[in-house]
Nanobody, 124 residues
Framework: QVQLVQSGGGLVQAGGSLRLSCAAS????????MGWFRQAPGNEREFVAA????????SYADSVKGRFTISRGSPANTVYLQMNSLKPEDTAVYYC?????????????????WGQGTQVTVSS
């Protein structure tokens, strides 16, 4: 069992940066592959970024590639999502999640633990 607690987020102007954090309790995040998802009002939850269990492989949605970076902290109980060059279309509630699979997963159905969500709002 693991609990994921998110922090960060907020309101930022277009072009700005934010960093989201996801802290795990119960087990370290190195036990799981980790992912970030987001959900805007009226939309389905969509994949943003994922990190393999060993931290060696990442995967990104095309819409955030080159702007967002997923990483693991040290000790390995926190995962981060660094978001740069933010756009209004990045506005959503962001969720971190953990999966028992070892490789990055892009479908939310493959994740079993979820953080509480944090709002990111990008103004134009």
């Amino acid at each position: 069992q693991v609990q994921l607690v998110q922090s960060g987020g907020g309101l930022v102007q277009a072009g700005g940066s934010l960093r989201l954090s996801c802290a795990a309790s119960g087990r370290t995040v190195s036990t799981y592959a980790m992912g970030w998802f987001r959900q805007a009002p009226g939309n389905e939850r969509e994949f943003v970024a994922a990190l393999s269990r060993n931290g060696g492989t990442t995967s990104y949605a095309d819409s955030v590639k080159g702007r967002f970076t997923i990483s693991r902290g040290s000790p390995a109980n926190t995962v981060y999502l660094q978001m740069n060059s933010l756009k209004p279309e990045d506005t959503a509630v962001y969720y971190c999640a953990a999966t028992i699979w070892g490789t990055p997963r892009t479908s939310p159905t493959e994740y079993i633990y979820w953080g509480q969500g944090t709002q990111v709002t990008v103004s134009s």
